[in-house]
């Protein structure tokens, strides 16, 4: 009896809990958020009326603009529609992913960050399984706005290859904001405050890059604001995208926009780890 009461305890010590992979967390995490979007779809579908008024107004009111001299040879945009575009896609998807970390403070309030921390979960396969929830809509978003811009009269002369550089480029961009506002929201803990400075930083990210604007028809301190702004960055590569030209610093400002999302997500980890050790 002693020898079988040994050898079980042996194999006790021996044995290994189960315990699902990382990328099982993440998708399971990912399943959760996506089940979440389903049931309240009204948010992501509503994001989509921002762009349509400023495509429709926007390039209403100033569609005059593309036949100005000094547009097209700063430019050579067939029309305002064509230069507008690409500058609405990523506006929507930096406004949509700076709304990213309102779901984790959710999730704080209603406990379900507890219960996540709790658990053997890996902590970056909890960002990584929200940041491709966000990630798929920003895609959806991406494509409706390419969509309407086409309704609205802009033609992708760059082709489906161009297309799909574009894309990349919105889903870099959206990465790098994704990761930022759940960094904040995991910090401040607050609605308000994650509010608060998502507005302070998207307008001016806007306004301060070529996304309704071209550069040369811009103050010249916006210029050089500009020049190193990552939304002014992802504007022109994905305009590069769309009409098959690209900036001549494409490949520097594409280095930079992955620089940046693997930087905001190493401070998206970090900071839900930070969050665990003061709960």
Known sequence: MSTALALTHHEARHTRVGRAGWFTQAAQVLRRWLISSLRQAWGPVMSLIQPVIWIVLFGAVFSTLGDLPQFSAATGAGGYIDYLVPGILMMTVLYSGAWAGTGYIDDIGSGVMDQYLTSPVHRSAIISGQLAQQLIINLAQSLVVLGIGWLAGA?????????????????????????????????????????????????????????????????????????????????????????????????????????????????????????????
């Not at 405050?193 to 930083?201: D, E, G, R």
């Not at 040369?216 to 769309?242: C, F, K, S, T, Y």
């Open 155 to 279: 033609r992708y002369s760059g082709g489906l290859g161009g297309m799909l550089i574009t894309l990349g480029v919105a889903t870099l961009l959206a990465t790098i904001f994704c990761c930022a506002s759940t960094a904040v929201a995991l910090i401040s803990r607050s609605q308000i405050a994650l509010i608060s400075l998502s507005q302070l930083i998207v307008l001016p990210a806007t306004f301060l890059s070529t996304t309704m604007m071209p550069a040369d028809l811009m103050p010249v301190w916006v210029q050089d604001v500009a020049r190193w702004n990552p939304m002014n960055w992802a504007v022109e590569l994905g305009r590069g995208g769309l009409t098959g030209e690209y900036p001549a610093a494409g490949w520097w400002q594409a280095g930079g926009l992955a620089v940046l999302a693997a930087l905001a997500f190493l401070w998206a980890v970090r900071s839900i780890r930070a969050y665990q050790r003061s709960v």
